[in-house]
C-alpha cells in the first residue's frame, strides 16, 4: 500500500528538514513540526505537531511473547516424546516432528519482531513500526529531531541559534 503524499503548506519561515518513507507512511520533519502521513483503506490519514509540543521519543522492541512460549511449550513435548521413545516406536516420530515444530516457532518469534519508535506528545502520538533495514535509519532521523526541537526551542525563547562550525581541511 502506498502512501498518498498530500502537499503540506509551510507555514512562514517553515523549512523542510528530511523526510523518510516507508511502505504505508512517511514522516516529514520541518524546522517547526513533525509531519507522518499515512494510507489506512484507501484514505491518507495525517497526524503531526509542532516540535515545542514533542513531549519524549521512545524506541522499543514489539515482540510475540505467544510464539516463544508456544515453542517451549512443543520442544518440552518433543524433550519428553524422545524420552519415552523406547515404550511406543512412534514417539521418535513424534519427537522429531515438535522438534521442527518447535524451531519454526522460535524462527517466527525471531523474524516477525518490529522496532517501534514514538514521537510523543500530550495530544497526540506518531508510531512507526519498522524493521529489516528500515531500522538502521532510525537513529540518525532521531537524532534530526532532537536537534530540529533544541533549535526550535531556541528560536522560542528568542536566542540566536547557533551554527555548527565546519570542519576544516588540512
Known amino acids: 500500500m502506498k502512501t498518498q503524499e498530500r502537499k503540506i503548506r509551510m507555514l512562514p519561515g517553515e523549512r523542510s528538514i528530511t523526510r523518510a518513507h516507508g511502505p504505508a507512511h512517511s514522516l516529514i520533519l520541518t524546522n517547526t513540526r513533525i509531519i507522518q502521513q499515512r494510507a489506512a483503506k484507501g484514505a491518507a490519514e495525517s497526524t503531526g505537531f509542532f516540535l515545542e509540543n514533542l513531549d519524549s521519543v521512545e524506541t522499543t522492541t514489539k515482540t510475540r511473547p505467544n510464539l516463544l512460549l508456544a515453542a517451549i511449550v512443543c520442544f518440552c513435548m ?27 516457532l522460535f524462527m517466527a518469534y525471531i523474524v516477525m519482531r518490529t522496532r517501534v519508535v514514538a514521537f510523543r506528545s500530550q495530544r497526540s502520538d506518531i508510531l512507526i513500526h519498522s524493521s529489516g533495514k528500515a531500522i538502521q535509519s532510525v537513529p540518525r532521523f532521531i537524532e534530526l529531531v532532537e536537534k530540529a526541537k533544541a533549535e526550535r526551542m531556541l528560536t522560542l525563547a528568542g536566542l540566536k541559534v547557533e551554527e555548527e562550525p565546519e570542519e576544516q581541511s588540512a
Open 78 to 104: 518433543a524433550f519428553f516424546a524422545a524420552i519415552m521413545g523406547d515404550s511406543h516406536e512412534l514417539l521418535p516420530v513424534v519427537a522429531g516432528f515438535m522438534a521442527m515444530i518447535s524451531f519454526a
